[in-house]
């Protein structure tokens, strides 16, 4: 018999912290755009945010919000784990890796 314990695998874990600085020090007009990461909406204080969420491969929440991205109307973009779906040519081309940090990247507008 094994026991494994999700509390403490991520009782050193240093990602939320790492979250929460980063965009705690964002100001609020910053417009940030969320890719498939949910999760990480509630460390931003800032209200002016887009998101595109793949529930399951047929069931995208917030979907056609992606010229947003190929606009470069969001000062920010926030990436983690995406599928094949987010691998459009031109997509990021308004964009500069910012910083990475555990499984995310974060892009600027140029």
Known sequence: MSFHSYVADNYSNQKDE????????????????FLN?????????????????MIFDNSVWGEGSLPIITNGDADLVVIGDHPAKYDIPGLFDKYVKATSFAKYTILQRR
Request: charged content about 15%; glycine content about 6%; aromatic content about 22%.
């Open 18 to 33: 790492a979250l929460q600085n980063y965009f705690g020090s964002l100001p609020d007009s910053t417009k940030i755009f």
């Open 37 to 53: 990461t949910p999760e990480i909406v509630p460390f931003f204080h800032g209200n002016d945010y887009y998101q595109e969420v």
